[in-house]
């Protein structure tokens, strides 16, 4: 008998208010207790996934090692849960009309009207319990995106609400996360909002089990209890989720809380044992109590928006703390850079991080901070684009090929020393498309990856299309570029070193995709420590 529980997340009053971290939260308690735990989140709106989203609208694009491009909140899920995460993890609106209106081409609805109501909640129910099927899980914690009320979420939500009686008592609960605003003209803490989002949630069938209220201050004892009763939950059920400093210290907050107990309860489950936060706890000592301050710039196109760049942010806290320092991060925005400016702007920094991106905006700046990095002995992460622009600066600058560039930029460059990958060529369509996902990679010895990896080969996660040109591999190669990691079974470029500098790696693999508090990212961890040693010959 499948005895998968599930808990679903859903969220009132205003967007942003963090349920992806609070589902994380709890999903951490739950595995510290003993439970094998999993997240899922399920997105409104109409793209098949996020993989077609520019940054500014949706932060960024996390992408899994079975090469599904997804949420940003995957990331949290996984950087909390240490364990991957897969397609199945999330589902969007657009997956779920493709898969329905593919089933009606099929015929496989013989002959009835296909509708919102069953078909399209069958297909989001299906989406649910398909991760429960084959046991792995205790709990699947399902975060349903958007706000209570949206037109868009309304199949979802009635969805999980036919779901909670198909599951049986004690097999499901609902968490709603709503805001508790302070009005600073009334110095009071308002509870109207969130009794009217449970309001909306009840319209639509669901009672919520458990409140997590976002606020500014404190909530009183008065306040629990008047929220416990004007929303039909026990008072236990109140959960506080106060600003806090960091991110990850949310599960200690919710742990103060009693989040873990109370749904436990709800799911008359029994915990296995007291949660075991030790590792989590010594990461945030070392993460707050660090002996030394590094600056890392962060070149790219999207630093307007921090979310564009949320896995490269986390893993420098991860590797921060594996390091014992604390990293500054300095967005740099690429567009700003020119070769005239270009030491003044990055003065002062132990190390450049040269982003990943897409298209030709910003890129002659990233490759004068490439040249500024690579003359300077400063420590240089180069991630996918930040790869490619590593190989063409030294094209145009070592080799003298002055006009070398990816075929991405510059069609007609007369030395092409990124290409599009053969594959990609008879590529039309966009979304889905790119080399994604994990691949094998080779390190060479004697090298810096050999090293700080300590095995090989290694796999890592990708999302492009264009690549390094092997008919430029040994002339890179004799000027002194050296390539220390390949793909097995295509000889693709994945790494390039240069022998005679402190720190300079770029990589055409996403490592910041697999970063975790309990594992650190290796390339992250050596980039800090490089550039905490930069620091101290200052
Ligand atoms: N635009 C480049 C490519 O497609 C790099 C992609 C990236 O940085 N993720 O190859």
């Known amino acids: 008998m499948n005895t998968t529980k599930y808990i679903f997340v859903t969220g009132g009053v205003s967007s942003s208010l963090g349920k992806g971290i609070i589902a994380a939260s709890l999903a951490k308690l739950l595995q510290a207790r003993g439970f094998v735990v999993t997240i899922q989140k399920l997105d409104p709106y109409i793209n098949v996934d996020p993989g077609t989203l520019n940054p500014y609208e949706h932060g960024e694009c996390f992408v899994t090692d079975d090469g599904a491009e997804t949420d940003l909140d995957l990331g949290h899920y996984e950087r909390f849960l240490n364990r991957p995460t897969s397609q199945a993890n999330n589902v969007t609106t657009g997956r779920i009309y493709q898969s329905v209106i593919d089933k009606e081409r099929r015929g496989e609805f013989l002959g009835k009207t296909v509708q919102v109501v069953p078909h399209i909640t069958n297909e989001i129910k299906e989406r649910i319990q398909h991760l429960g099927q084959d046991g792995t899980y205790d709990i699947i914690i399902t975060e349903i995106g958007g706000t209570v009320g949206d037109i868009e979420s309304l199949p979802y939500i009635e969805a999980v609400r036919q779901l909670k009686w198909e599951l049986g008592a004690h097999n499901s609960l609902f968490i709603h996360l709503t805001l508790v605003p302070y009005l600073a003209a009334a110095g009071e803490l308002k509870t109207k909002p969130t009794q009217h989002s449970v309001k909306t949630l009840m319209e639509s069938g669901i009672q919520a089990d458990i409140l997590v209220c976002r606020t500014e201050h404190e909530l009183s004892e008065d306040l629990r209890v008047k929220l416990a009763l004007f929303c039909n939950v026990q008072k236990e059920a109140v959960i ?26 709800k799911l008359r489950l029994e915990a296995k044992q007291e949660p075991n936060l030790t590792q989590w706890n010594e990461f945030l000592s070392r993460h707050k109590n660090s002996k030394a301050h590094v600056k890392i710039g962060l070149i790219g196109k999207y630093v307007e928006l921090q979310d564009s760049y949320k896995s490269i942010i986390e893993s420098f806290i991860h590797a921060g703390a594996a390091n014992e320092v604390q990293v500054e991060v300095v967005s740099i925005h ?15 920094l132990d190390g450049i991080l040269v982003a990943p991106g ?14 500024f990095a690579r003359t300077h002995g400063l420590p240089f992460l180069g991630i996918c684009l930040g790869m490619q622009m590593a190989v063409i600066e030294y094209a145009r600058h070592e080799l ?6 990816s075929t991405e930029m510059d069609a007609h460059t007369p030395d092409p020393v990124i290409d599009l990958m053969e594959e990609q060529k ?33 796999m890592e996660r990708h999302r492009h299309r264009y690549e390094f040109n092997n008919d ?14 390949v793909n097995p079974e295509t000889s693709l470029v994945e790494i390039v070193e ?6 300079f790696v770029g990589v055409q693999y996403h490592p910041e995709y697999k970063s ?3 594992q650190p990212h290796p390339l992250f961890v050596g980039f800090v420590g490089a550039a905490h040693k930069h620091s101290m010959k200052q």
């Open 498 to 503: 240069l022998p005679d500098h402190p720190w």
């Open 400 to 405: 003298g090929l002055t006009n070398a560039n």
């Open 358 to 371: 897409f298209g030709e905006r910003g890129i002659e700046g990233k490759i004068a901070a490439v040249q």
């Open 334 to 348: 690429s567009e700003h850079l020119v070769p005239e400016n270009v030491a003044q702007e990055l003065s002062g």
């Open 240 to 265: 506080q989720s106060i600003d806090a400093a960091t991110i990850y210290d949310v599960p200690n907050l919710m742990l103060e809380e009693g989040l873990d107990r109370i749904a436990l309860k």
């Open 426 to 458: 008879n590529i039309t369509e966009k979304g889905g498309t790119m080399r994604l996902g994990a691949w094998a990679c080779d390190l060479m010895s004697n090298s810096i990856v050999g090293t700080i990896y300590g095995q090989t080969p290694i």
């Open 516 to 518: 975790t508090v309990a």
């Open 472 to 485: 430029y591999r040994e002339a890179l190669e004799s000027a002194g570029l050296r390539v220390t990691g």
